[in-house]
């Protein structure tokens, strides 16, 4: 079961004329934390639980109650690929957060639909490059609530450090 949240959000220094400085890699970044740099330049953590495999990515969040405030389920893949998910067995509505190779969020769902068992693609249409490395899944309000937008960074190991938009330390 998802444990209680890591960190709400870490607030980062300044630069000297007090405009906020972009961070170039995450304070903290662990297999079961991900970190998104927000537009203030803050960075938001969650706790989250990662599906890997190919059974674990089927069973993902299916047959929860809840999803606490704060975590939630990582998504990973082997390649970068187009993907697309449903809420099959699913009992709580989900936002989900679709990432590049880089970790660049490019594509958010929000409020899927419990039990919907309507294809949910992992990009716009038109999107020139639609295949994802992650996706993840959160309690559906969370995106908004956070202030997530599409093209904010995502720092996790599991991103190839070399491509990272935004790497772990």
Not at 44 to 59: F, K, M, W
Not at 91 to 105: A, C, K, Q, S
Not at 126 to 155: N, S, T, Y
Request: contains cysteine; aromatic residues 4%; hydrophobic residues 40%.
């Amino acid at each position: 079961m998802l444990s209680a949240v890591l960190a709400a959000v870490l607030a980062l220094g300044t630069t000297g004329a007090g405009m906020a400085q972009q961070p170039s890699r995450a304070e903290s970044c662990s297999a079961d934390t991900v970190v998104i740099r927000a537009a203030d330049a803050n960075q938001l953590s969650l706790q989250v639980e990662i599906a890997d495999t190919p059974d674990e990515r089927a069973q993902g969040l299916m047959y929860r109650k809840d999803v606490p405030q704060g975590t939630g389920m990582l998504f990973i893949y082997e390649r970068p690929q187009q993907v697309a998910f449903w809420m099959r067995n699913t009992l709580v509505p989900l936002d989900m957060l679709f990432l590049d190779e880089t970790g660049v969020i490019r594509h958010i769902h929000r409020n899927a639909r419990p039990l919907d068992e309507t294809g949910i693609p992992g990009a716009s249409v038109g999107d020139p490059d639609p295949d994802r490395l992650m996706v993840l899944e959160i309690a559906a309000g969370e995106a908004d609530r956070l202030g997530l937008k599409e093209g904010q960074p995502l720092a996790h190991p599991s991103i190839d450090q070399s491509k990272a938009a935004f790497s772990c330390n």
